[in-house]
């Protein structure tokens, strides 16, 4: 079939690498344009965009895809089928009736639960136990168009972000290239989302990454995992030179108890409003992570420190 991909972040590489494999003519890709990155902030193409050019493939960048230059440009493609990964642009009536057979999206949740832009991290911070990954068709609401298939993936008590983001890319390839040979099959179906049970998965605001000591355990190790690596849950502590920015990478639910943001012993476990966690892997600001011996060895920490 004649496809084009819309996609950006390393999420959605798998997808286009087995679509290309599969045989499918790629007529396009569309990502997001280059940004200013690193300390040279020099241009950063996206990971979709670096992909398609070592195939040869036509990148297009557009700021928007709403003025109708742009919907010609995409029309005049002639796309049996468009693929959306993560794009991260709003794709308006036009752009979506475009392919003969429609837009196909890969979407990182079981829907209708978590619905918008972080539904990873959103499932780790509620603590579902598990998720998924679902091919649907894209229609002009928010992730609420019909689903044509799913794959369930448990999360383990201590899985991170990364870790379920990567088990997502590679699960959602295979199911979209399944959905793809299906739909070139005829035999693609597609299911209304059930009206019950829809939440929504806003973007991760900055102000949400801070530790509160003070909450639960069960509740500060979800967000711990459901944050890392990136943008980071974050406490502060005094390392000798005043109040530092710290990120817990990793962590287990550990026992003990004490005055919330208390180290109750050597091996970096933190007590909490209720129960504690144990800190596994952090990293200081400007440093590379650290497992958390190395912390507290090198910063001299000993039981009773307080964290902010």
Request: charged fraction near 20%; hydrophobic fraction near 45%; glycine fraction near 12%.
């Amino acid at each position: 079939m004649r496809v084009v991909f819309m996609g950006t972040p390393d999420f959605a590489v798998p997808t286009l690498s087995e679509i290309i494999g599969q045989g499918h003519e790629v007529v396009a890709v569309y990502t997001r344009a280059p940004k200013p990155a690193g300390r040279g902030m020099a241009e950063q193409k996206t990971p979709v965009h670096r992909l398609a050019e070592r195939f040869g493939i036509p990148v297009f960048t557009p700021r928007t895809l709403r003025d109708a230059p742009a919907q010609e440009v995409f029309a005049s493609l002639g796309a049996d089928v468009a693929v959306v990964v993560a794009y991260g642009l709003i794709l308006p009536g036009p752009v979506l009736e475009a392919p003969g057979l429609g837009c196909l999206n890969l979407h990182g949740s079981l829907l209708p639960r978590w619905r918008g832009a972080a539904p990873i991290q959103r499932a780790i911070m509620a603590g579902d136990a598990e998720t998924g990954v679902m091919v649907m068709k894209m229609d002009e609401g928010l992730d609420t168009g019909p689903v044509a298939m799913a794959e369930t993936i448990p999360i383990g008590p201590d899985m991170t972000a990364l870790e379920l983001h990567d088990r997502m890319a590679v699960l959602g390839a295979d199911l979209m290239v399944r959905a793809l040979a299906a739909l070139e099959r005829g035999s693609l179906g597609f299911s209304p989302q059930l009206a019950a049970g829809v939440t929504y998965a806003a973007k991760i605001d900055k102000a949400e990454a801070r530790i509160d000591w003070a909450r639960p355990a069960a509740e500060v190790h979800n967000l711990i995992r459901g944050l890392s690596p990136f943008p980071g849950a974050w406490f502060e502590a005094d390392l000798g030179r005043g109040p530092e920015r710290v990120k817990a990478l990793r962590s287990v639910r550990a026992a003990g108890s004490g005055p919330a943001g208390t180290m109750l012993d050597s091996d970096l476990t933190i007590a909490c409003g209720e129960g504690s966690v144990r800190l596994a892997e952090v990293q200081r600001a400007g440093a590379k992570p650290m497992k958390a011996a190395d912390f507290v060895n090198g910063a001299r920490l000993a039981a009773g420190a307080r964290f902010g």
